[in-house]
């Protein structure tokens, strides 16, 4: 089967309309191809469900990228000077990238 991953790796909820129309499209006009979208935080989801119809967003895979303690504690200090929250979650869920 064919995957495709739409990331939303950010904290700023006004960036998922650049690709929130395209993950719905794939999921509705491509059931061959599993759609995974994978968010940041609760409010980067919640921002998406407003752009993707319910019956669009029930065909995606949706994977909430949680920091664990350990990582939030280090990104809270670190995040003034670079995007450590960002950088975290993506070595955290490379698995996810990996499939």
């Known amino acids: 089967m064919k995957r495709v991953l739409f990331l939303f790796n950010h904290d700023a909820g006004h960036q998922v309309a650049h690709l929130a129309g395209t993950a719905a499209a794939t999921a509705r006009f491509h059931p ?9 935080t609760p409010a980067i989801r919640q921002r998406l469900e407003t752009l993707i119809a ?4 029930a065909l995606i895979e ?3 990228m949680v920091l664990p303690l350990w990582a939030r504690v280090i ?3 670190a995040d003034r000077l670079l995007p450590a929250s960002r950088l975290l ?5 490379r698995h996810l990238f990996a499939r």
Request: glycine share 0%; with cysteine.
């Open 32 to 40: 061959e191809t599993a759609c995974t979208i994978a968010y940041a």
């Open 54 to 57: 319910p019956e669009d967003a």
């Open 75 to 77: 990104a809270r200090a």
């Open 89 to 93: 979650r993506l070595r955290l869920y």
């Open 62 to 64: 949706w994977v909430e």
